[in-house]
């Protein structure tokens, strides 16, 4: 893809096109030197253009963007040079030789400034352990050997020795870009937050190395006619148009990648090994050229050195990876430690936990379940979580469970009835939620507790809230409570109040006045139907919410009389119990007028019966 970038592509075929001009050494060497100091310029320009470009990418960190503007910067500040220059040619016709004017050096020389300050400024990834700024110290030593290598090479060869001290001056100016340039490829490079990327760096690194060596070398007697210097000049000039694009272009990668998984990050630095190969091409270079000299022996002795900081490197690094590896058998050790202490709560732990996967097959269950519901942990693995489940609570957990399946992460509470080994039904509190994305787990987790006895407690204390203890029939507040449920509506009510039951306590004692109760109970019981609530409102005060209407009513009313007006045998006695009976009916949301209106009735049949008994 790179090759086929709008602006990228042009650019390289236009550098090797110029280039291809210097190599087959096409035109005269005016014409070599103005096309030379024209295309620098233009070069410059370009800099500037495709750095302001990279500055104006969106969501670029604040410290990139200054890095970037100061490198646009630079780029006038090259361009303002090799203008000089170029005026400076053109006012000489005659001139073929390739001298640099001290304003385009001093320029140049500021731009340099420019980009290595912005690189000194720019922010490192934050604070350094000290095992990491021993390796960051001994990685920026065998680059800076590298360096020293390079520079002791240049500044010792012959046709600087003999250029004179202009020369060497010039040289040694050559030679110290080199070295802020090793200082630049250092900083940006181990600093773990470059603003720029491996792709855009490469060029921009490689621009100064050869721009460096091209400054120690112009000067001096090594190169002749126009031909060299200008590719010294204008290599570095296309090589550091093609940095910005290639920046641009690996930022819009980046952005595209986005929502993707970051990559790892690399924890090692190829630079100083760089560094070495460096410091051996020099070496090699230098007795290919000149033979064992002073330059060769300065080049051997920075290689013995810089071999010397590899391997105290590699010694970091070993001592590093050993303590790295008695870190990981450390937490290793603690990760199983970890899982045996779990594997021993789950197994011992009194509530049942289960992993259920989203097609409802349990893929996990602890022993608990052995002990709360009985049977085998073997029959429960693998078998869908529904066929364990009373049919009549199937219908309602699906419902819960289909809303815990469709969203990670959401959670459900609800009871249900699971069989036991003996055939019973035993209650279960469930707690599900859905950890289908937790690494490791990859279903639905469920913790189940038993809640028999619990649920069982609970049912027998809403039972008595709603009835009387001694009758078992519902009391005052249920009766109340289930006529103002019929709203608006006209219901009908039957008061019953026993007649002579002060007598039968006072003669026969309470145990068998509460077996008169009992026995009016079971009689109003069997008088009424499935429609009905029969209810003791308290003492011997009986009512019963008639489902039917009045005319029911009157039935029931009858079939009770009668019933209570046999003799029975109860507590021991032969007895007839004689009750008087008010019908009432009314709006139901007016219960208490409905009750006022048949107690009147039930006392006025009281009155008739004793009048009846004068």
Known sequence: MTWRDRVL????????????????????????????????????????????QVSRVPGLPAASVRFWRVMSAAGLVFAAGDLTQLGWVLARPGTTEFVLHPAQSVLGLCG?????????????????ARSTRNRMALDAAIIYTAAGVAVWCLLTGPSVVHAGAAGYAAASFGCGLLLIGGFFTVKLGLSGNSPIALPAAVPIIASCAVQAIGNALLPTASLHGVTGPALLILVPCLLALTGPRLQTMALRARRGTRDRRPAARRRYSS??????????????????????????????????????L???RQMVALAENNTLLDQIDESLAEIRRREHRQEALLRHASDITAIVGTDGVVQYMNPAVER????????????NIYDLIHPGDVDRITAEMDRVFATPGA??????????????????????????????????????????EERELRERLRFQAGHDALTGLANRRQFTDRVRSAGAAEVTVLLVDLNG??????TYGHATGDAVLRHVAEQLLAATGAADLPARLGGDEFAVLVGSGAGEAGEI??????????????????????????????????????LHLADLRMYADKQRSREFAS
């Open 9 to 52: 592509a042009p650019l390289v075929l236009v550098a090797l096109a110029i280039c291809g001009v210097y190599a087959l050494d096409l035109g005269s060497d005016r014409f070599q030197l103005v096309l030379c100091w024209i295309v620098a310029p233009l070069s410059d320009l370009g800099l500037f253009v495709l750095s302001w």
């Open 112 to 128: 340099v400034l420019l980009v290595c300050g912005a690189g000194a400024l720019h922010p490192t990834s934050g604070l350094w």
């Open 271 to 308: 630079l100083p090994y760089l560094g070495t190969v460096m410091c051996v091409a020099a070496l090699v270079t230098v007795l290919v050229t000149e033979g064992l000299g002073v330059p060769a022996w300065g080049a051997l002795f920075g290689l013995l050195l810089n071999v010397a």
């Open 310 to 312: 590899v391997v105290a």
């Open 372 to 383: 709360v519901i009985g049977g085998t942990l073997d029959e429960y693995l693998n078998r």
């Open 411 to 452: 959670k459900a509470a609800f009871e249900l009835r699971a069989m036991h080994e003996d055939e019973s039904w035993r209650w279960l509190s469930v707690v599900a939620v859905n950890l289908v994305e937790e690494r490791g787990i990859g279903g639905v987790v469920m913790n189940a507790r038993d809640m028999t």
């Open 501 to 506: 039951f002060k007598q039968i306590n006072d």
């Open 557 to 594: 009313a009858e079939r009770l009389r009668s019933a209570l007006a046999r003799p029975t045998e109860i507590g021991g006695q032969r007895l007839a119990v004689g009750a008087s009976i008010g019908v009432a009916a009314g709006r139901a949301d007016q219960p208490d007028n409905l």
